[in-house]
């Protein structure tokens, strides 16, 4: 042991060594500290905030303080010096770099819209190796790359990112765009999804759409069924939180149609119109179609033409109306899930009020007074448009579209439109492979009109610059067919005023508003020619087209249904083989019965015929107003097609389309 003197004066010089480090430590703990850098984290600073770390910093932490400042430029949508500093970059980076790099570098092709690239950069990425933060940026890019299409893929980039998220606000947002894409999935995608057996949480998500769309018809069964899914999947992410349209469904009450207003032009150049609307509204209601009505089968939709002597109303007749009646038409399917037509309803009353005599305004209160409880029309174009400044609480089913639309939770708009036709003909010409369309219309206000619903649906649907070519009279037809011109596959570009001129955000990202390459008018590309035309001038430019365009070429040809008209024979059928139009689903052979009883009616005027069809389908969307209103994805098989609503309950057709073939007509393929 030692002497406890040697042991004190051991200690006495310790303590000036002590004394010493704990001042030093004391001094370096006041002096300012180089903040650390983390890549993998959230970056909430200023891009000049991390520029000038990267100024200060002269090690390693340098190149971390550069990612971060590649990361705000991009999220402050400057794409150009976001690219600059990227180019900096050290070759020699480190894993966990190298992995933010390539988030960075996709981010930045989006920004770019150049997807292709930005896909390829998010296949190199090891995502088991990237943090929390850096996969919920992951998968918000794996979601912008499809720019907002429907696929497998992005459902389940949906489903990985929810559980990642801890804002509420957040996973609500998760969950509304899950539910989103999985009902906007078409029937093939659906039929040829493979779902692998760990994936429990998308196999309840399935479930959940399949119960919705078995209910969709019946709210009270709609609520039931998904109480029980939530039973059956507690732990799904949609059990917890439902998307907000489901939430919907808990609140619904249906609209009451104790006392309907028909608001139609009784007098004037639009009476003619009204009646044939009348006729079938009444009709439906009555109960007078239970005797012919089959199971209802949607085909071809009319997409009838501004009334040229009443500019404002909705539709106008055919140019002929001859004797013949549909011939050789083959019935054809529509999608199942659908409300058939409404029953009839003796106890609902209907009155009906003149538009042409008294201000819309002064109606809607009289009808309000009246007891009514539900408003069917006005008809009239202009008159629609006064509903924006209506005031009414009664719930309105216009029966013609305003220029823009109001989402106002009492109002609906169905229309038979030229646009509303040419929305659909886009869709089906996408489904069919078709990816550079020519537009052949009148040299009119119609042919504009159709230009520009056709093109704005088409690059919605992903697809590039649409050209557009128009023709003029009958005569001039003629003139040019005589001297043997033919129609060349060629056009101008239309241009199309983007709906958001910033973009859109998908995922949480901004995607700036993509700019497509023009089709070259003499590129001889145009895969797919959509005509709007009568009987008589699709007579001149079908052999027109034939005269410039090889059957080699494999170019498909498609018209509206303003070529399909009474008075059509073999003749005609055999000129315009391989052609498919569009019509409704009443004169395509959904109900011959029924078809024969409103030729009859209407002296096989098909004008007329569509608009009786038009008030059977406005009974049966009347008595599913509140459905059409609230309750996404609800569908329901009508005479005019297959109806369903968008967000602010503009009425949408799904059409079937129709092909001549040898003569006959035929379901197209």
Same mark, same amino acid.
């Given at each position: 042991?030692?002497?406890?003197?040697?042991?004190?004066?051991?200690?006495?010089?310790?303590?000036?060594?002590?004394?010493?480090?704990?001042?030093?430590?004391?001094?370096?703990?006041?002096?300012?500290?180089?903040?650390?850098?983390?890549?993998?984290?959230?970056?909430?600073?200023?891009?000049?905030?991390?520029?000038?770390?990267?100024?200060?910093?002269?090690?390693?932490?340098?190149?971390?303080?550069?990612?971060?400042?590649?990361?705000?430029?991009?999220?402050?949508?400057?794409?150009?010096?976001?690219?600059?500093?990227?180019?900096?970059?050290?070759?020699?980076?480190? #894993?966990?770099?190298?992995?933010?790099?390539?988030?960075?570098?996709?981010?930045?092709?989006?920004?770019?819209?150049?997807?292709?690239?930005?896909?390829?950069?998010?296949?190199?990425?090891?995502?088991?190796?990237?943090?929390?933060?850096?996969?919920?940026?992951?998968?918000?890019?794996?979601?912008?790359?499809?720019?907002?299409?429907?696929?497998?893929?992005?459902?389940?980039?949906?489903?990985?990112?929810?559980?990642?998220?801890?804002?509420?606000?957040?996973?609500?947002?998760?969950?509304?765009?899950?539910?989103?894409?999985?009902?906007?999935?078409?029937?093939?995608?659906?039929?040829?999804?493979?779902?692998?057996?760990?994936?429990?949480?998308?196999?309840?998500?399935?479930?959940?759409?399949?119960?919705?769309?078995?209910?969709?018809?019946?709210?009270?069964?709609?609520?039931?069924?998904?109480?029980?899914?939530?039973?059956?999947?507690?732990?799904?992410?949609?059990?917890?939180?439902?998307?907000?349209?489901?939430?919907?469904?808990?609140?619904?009450?249906?609209?009451?149609?104790?006392?309907?207003?028909?608001?139609?032009?009784?007098?004037?150049?639009?009476?003619?119109?009204?009646?044939?609307?009348?006729?079938?509204?009444?009709? #439906?209601?009555?109960?007078?179609?239970?005797?012919?009505?089959?199971?209802?089968?949607?085909?071809?939709?009319?997409?009838?033409?501004?009334?040229?002597? #009443?500019?404002?109303?909705?539709?106008?007749?055919?140019?002929?109306?001859?004797?013949?009646?549909?011939?050789?038409?083959?019935?054809?399917?529509?999608?199942?899930?659908?409300?058939?037509?409404?029953?009839?309803?003796?106890?609902?009353?209907?009155?009906?009020?003149?538009?042409?005599?008294?201000?819309?305004?002064?109606?809607?209160?009289?009808?309000?007074?009246?007891?009514?409880?539900?408003?069917?029309?006005?008809?009239?174009?202009?008159?629609?448009?006064?509903?924006?400044?209506?005031?009414?609480?009664?719930?309105?089913?216009?029966?013609?579209?305003?220029?823009?639309?109001?989402?106002?939770?009492?109002?609906?708009?169905?229309?038979?439109?030229?646009?509303?036709?040419?929305?659909?003909?886009?869709?089906?010409?996408?489904?069919?492979?078709?990816?550079?369309?020519?537009?052949?219309?009148?040299?009119?206000?119609?042919?504009?009109?159709?230009?520009?619903?056709?093109?704005?649906?088409?690059?919605?649907?992903?697809?590039?610059?649409?050209?557009?070519?128009?023709?003029?009279?009958?005569?001039?037809?003629?003139?040019?067919?005589?001297?043997?011109?033919?129609?060349?596959?060629?056009?101008?570009?239309?241009?199309?005023?983007?709906?958001?001129?910033?973009?859109?955000?998908?995922?949480?990202?901004?995607?700036?508003?993509?700019?497509?390459?023009?089709?070259?008018?003499?590129?001889?590309?145009?895969?797919?020619?959509?005509?709007?035309?009568?009987?008589?001038?699709?007579?001149?430019?079908?052999?027109?087209?034939?005269?410039?365009?090889?059957?080699?070429?494999?170019?498909?040809?498609?018209?509206?249904?303003?070529?399909?008209?009474?008075?059509?024979?073999?003749?005609?059928?055999?000129?315009?083989?391989?052609?498919?139009?569009?019509?409704?689903?009443?004169?395509?052979?959904?109900?011959?019965?029924?078809?024969?009883?409103?030729?009859?009616?209407?002296?096989?005027?098909?004008?007329?015929?569509?608009?009786?069809?038009?008030?059977?389908?406005?009974?049966?969307?009347?008595?599913?107003?509140?459905?059409?209103?609230?309750?996404?994805?609800?569908?329901?098989?009508?005479?005019?097609?297959?109806?369903?609503?968008?967000?602010?309950?503009?009425?949408?057709?799904?059409?079937?389309?129709?092909?001549?073939?040898?003569?006959?007509?035929?379901?197209?393929?």
């Amino acid at each position: 042991m030692l002497p406890s003197k040697v042991v004190h004066c051991k200690a006495v010089r310790t303590m000036p060594l002590l004394l010493a480090a704990l001042i030093f430590a004391g001094c370096t703990g006041q002096a300012p500290q180089t903040p650390q850098a983390n890549v993998q984290g959230a970056a909430t600073g200023t891009s000049d905030y991390y520029l000038q770390q990267v100024q200060q910093s002269s090690d390693d932490n340098k190149v971390d303080w550069q990612l971060l400042a590649i990361r705000a430029l991009l999220n402050e949508g400057k794409a150009p010096q976001a690219n600059d500093q990227l180019t900096q970059l050290p070759q020699d980076l480190n #894993a966990t770099q190298r992995q933010e790099q390539l988030l960075l570098q996709a981010q930045l092709s989006v920004a770019q819209q150049n997807l292709p690239d930005a896909a390829e950069k998010l296949k190199q990425i090891d995502t088991n190796a990237l943090s929390k933060d850096q996969q919920v940026r992951y998968f918000q890019l794996q979601i912008a790359t499809s720019q907002g299409r429907p696929s497998l893929d992005v459902l389940r980039a949906w489903i990985a990112q929810e559980p990642l998220l801890t804002n509420p606000a957040d996973k609500q947002k998760n969950i509304d765009a899950t539910w989103q894409t999985l009902t906007q999935l078409t029937p093939d995608q659906m039929n040829s999804l493979t779902i692998n057996a760990n994936e429990n949480v998308l196999q309840g998500w399935l479930d959940l759409l399949g119960v919705y769309r078995a209910n969709v018809s019946d709210p009270d069964m709609l609520k039931a069924g998904i109480s029980d899914w939530q039973t059956r999947y507690p732990y799904n992410p949609a059990a917890k939180m439902l998307p907000t349209a489901l939430t919907q469904v808990q609140n619904f009450q249906p609209a009451s149609t104790g006392k309907i207003a028909l608001l139609l032009p009784l007098s004037g150049q639009a009476q003619v119109f009204a009646n044939a609307i009348q006729k079938g509204f009444n009709d #439906a209601k009555n109960g007078v179609l239970a005797q012919s009505s089959a199971p209802a089968v949607a085909a071809p939709v009319q997409a009838p033409d501004a009334v040229q002597a #009443a500019p404002d109303a909705v539709v106008s007749p055919s140019a002929d109306a001859t004797t013949a009646q549909p011939a050789d038409v083959q019935p054809q399917s529509v999608p199942a899930n659908s409300v058939e037509t409404a029953a009839p309803s003796s106890n609902t009353q209907i009155q009906v009020y003149d538009t042409s005599t008294q201000p819309i305004e002064q109606i809607l209160t009289q009808a309000k007074n009246d007891g009514a409880t539900l408003v069917v029309g006005p008809l009239l174009k202009n008159h629609v448009e006064q509903l924006a400044n209506s005031q009414t609480s009664l719930n309105v089913l216009a029966l013609n579209e305003p220029e823009s639309f109001q989402n106002r939770p009492n109002l609906c708009y169905f229309a038979l439109s030229p646009e509303d036709e040419a929305r659909d003909a886009a869709h089906h010409m996408w489904d069919q492979g078709k990816r550079t369309p020519l537009l052949l219309v009148p040299r009119s206000s119609l042919g504009d009109r159709v230009n520009k619903a056709f093109a704005a649906e088409w690059q919605k649907l992903g697809g590039g610059t649409v050209l557009q070519q128009q023709f003029g009279s009958k005569t001039e037809l003629k003139q040019s067919i005589n001297s043997g011109a033919g129609i060349r596959l060629s056009g101008s570009p239309i241009t199309v005023q983007p709906t958001a001129a910033t973009g859109v955000t998908i995922g949480g990202l901004n995607i700036p508003a993509q700019v497509d390459a023009q089709v070259s008018s003499g590129s001889g590309s145009v895969d797919s020619v959509y005509i709007v035309a009568t009987q008589d001038e699709l007579t001149l430019i079908k052999p027109m087209i034939s005269m410039r365009v090889s059957s080699r070429d494999n170019v498909g040809l498609y018209a509206s249904s303003r070529s399909y008209q009474a008075g059509a024979g073999p003749d005609f059928r055999l000129e315009l083989d391989g052609l498919q139009f569009s019509d409704i689903p009443l004169l395509s052979g959904a109900n011959p019965a029924l078809m024969q009883q409103a030729a009859k009616a209407f002296n096989n005027d098909y004008s007329l015929v569509r608009l009786y069809a038009m008030g059977i389908d406005a009974w049966t969307l009347a008595n599913h107003f509140s459905e059409m209103r609230s309750l996404p994805g609800f569908q329901i098989k009508g005479d005019t097609g297959n109806l369903s609503a968008n967000q602010d309950c503009v009425i949408n057709r799904k059409l079937v389309w129709s092909q001549y073939r040898q003569g006959q007509i035929v379901p197209a393929s």
